[in-house]
């Protein structure tokens, strides 16, 4: 058979081969990330509910983004636009018209599958599931949803639900540009919502049919594309190495030929080494889309100061939230056999931690009482509000330290504070390091800054 770099899902899912897949979709269920939506109703292929510590996971992911790429720079702003807008932006975009992939059907099992992924030739595809070559020929399959505006189902009033954040970017081109006073070379950048109706949606959250990007649509004179398709391309990969990505595990990927949007001069996709199919697939793509979105939109550009007018090339980083979600997940997880316990008692079971970033991590501290007691959990818990105002912060009093160290290491809490008999004398506070495990006992009047130190710096 066939493989191309997106040859991905069906495989994994009917073998159920992946072990670390298994073991981490099991962790997210079991710990309160991941939900299949709806699941008490059997849930619905492609859709996912974020847990308690997901939606803690994803928006801290949102918010390092947003800071490098917006709060920090002052050449880019920000944008929440509508999901549901004119059709007509969708038109003339040419997303009506061609934003599909091929289906095929397999005329022995019935099933249906994306062409892309099981074949990288024309004549050499086969059935992913009965491996019949009774096959009916590729056609064009939309991947936009549609739905209808308003009380009337017809064409007039048919609308799309968007499948990137990007168009709305274009057509806010100039309101952005005038009410910001903001000359090209700039940015505009948004965080939001989008849909595909996928043909396979699989892998968990890498391919699902609603999931979240993080775009920045940048805006340069024609002649300055190289200098800022390098520079975002740099960015972008430093963005994912700063948060903990391992070297070996993310690549660039320069595409070719055909595998080049029919919009794009230049991409590179940032690949990170997941654990099913080939491994290596596209995690975010960056792309020299240069002015074929404007010109579709028919918004043209004039320097106020050299009097210049062109239409601006748009340089595009373009990642997926969950895609991202996934990866760092992923490299962050580590099992150590036997156990790598401080505590007195034996511990022989498998130990799981996720390394995440501090950035990253859902909870950044965990505070833990070693006694119900009145006399030590009554002062634990006020340690606990105090550090509710800086942080997300767990508190857990139930069975052992050992176990409660163990939970909070397979959420990947990077500070475990214990309060034990003697804080109420001397005033102090077992600190313990997630990954060195290292434990020191700190002042409480000091705690709040000691943290601040290491979570904060
Ligand atoms: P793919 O080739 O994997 O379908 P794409 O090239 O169509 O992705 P883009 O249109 O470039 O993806 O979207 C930018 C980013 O959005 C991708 O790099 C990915 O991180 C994310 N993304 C795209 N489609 C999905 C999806 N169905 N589920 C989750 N994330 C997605």
């Known amino acids: 058979m066939q493989y191309n770099r997106y040859n991905i ?27 299949q939506s709806a699941e008490v ?30 709060q920090q720079r002052d050449d880019v702003v920000g944008l929440d636009s509508s999901i549901i807008t004119n059709s007509t932006v969708w038109k003339n975009s040419g997303h009506v018209q061609g934003f599909s992939d091929k289906l095929v059907e397999c005329k022995k099992c019935h099933q249906r599958f994306k062409e892309a992924d099981f074949s990288n030739e024309p004549g050499f595809l086969k059935c992913p599931y009965c491996q019949s070559d ?21 064409t007039a009033s048919t609308a799309y639900l968007r499948p990137e954040t990007a168009q709305n970017i274009f057509v806010q081109f100039d309101n952005i540009r005038q009410s910001m006073r903001k000359k090209v070379p700039f940015g505009i950048a948004q965080i939001g919502k989008a849909f595909r109706n996928e043909i ?7 391919r699902s049919r609603e999931f979240e990007q993080m775009e920045l649509e940048f805006f340069v004179n024609p002649k300055d594309d190289k200098k800022y398709f390098k520079e975002f391309v740099d960015a972008s990969y430093n963005f994912f190495i700063d948060l903990g990505i391992k ?28 654990p099913f199919d080939k491994g290596f697939a596209e995690l975010m ?14 918004i043209t550009y004039k320097d106020d100061v050299d009097k210049e007018e062109f239409v601006p090339y748009v340089i595009e980083p373009s990642a997926g939230v969950d895609r991202a979600m996934l990866a760092f997940l992923l490299d962050a997880y580590e099992e150590i056999d036997g156990g790598r316990s401080t505590t007195t008692e034996s511990n022989k079971e498998k130990e799981m931690v996720l390394k995440l970033h501090k950035d990253l991590a859902p909870y950044k501290v965990a505070i833990l009482p070693l006694s119900k007691k009145e006399e030590v959990s009554g002062s634990a818990k006020d340690l606990y509000k105090e550090l509710q105002k800086y942080w997300m912060v767990a508190y857990d009093d139930a069975s052992s330290i050992g176990r409660r160290y163990r939970r909070q ?6 500070y475990c504070v214990t ?39």
């Open 41 to 70: 109703y059997g849930g619905l292929q492609g859709f996912w509910d974020y847990g308690p510590l997901g939606v803690e996971l994803k928006n801290n992911i949102k918010k390092v983004w947003w800071k490098k790429f917006v």
């Open 419 to 457: 309060y034990d008999f003697d804080s109420n004398d001397d005033k102090k506070v077992t600190v313990r390091d997630r990954d060195t495990m290292e434990q020191e006992r700190i002042s409480v009047d000091e705690l709040v800054n000691y943290l601040k130190h290491k979570l904060d710096s």
């Open 409 to 414: 290491d397979e959420i990947g809490t990077p």
């Open 9 to 35: 899902s069906i495989f994994m899912e009917k073998k159920q081969e992946n072990t670390k897949m298994e073991k981490l979709i099991s962790l997210c269920k079991r710990r309160g990330f991941i939900f």
């Open 285 to 298: 793509g960056i792309a020299n889309r240069t002015d074929y979105d404007l010109k579709a939109h028919g």
């Open 134 to 154: 009774d096959l009916t020929k590729p056609k064009d399959f939309n991947t936009m949803f549609k739905t209808f505006v308003g009380p009337t189902e017809d």
């Open 200 to 206: 396979t949606p699989g892998n968990f959250i890498f």
């Open 247 to 274: 070297k070996e595990n993310i690549r660039k990927y320069e595409q070719k030929g055909k595998e080049l949007a029919h919009y794009s001069k230049e991409t590179i996709d940032l690949e990170y080494n997941f």
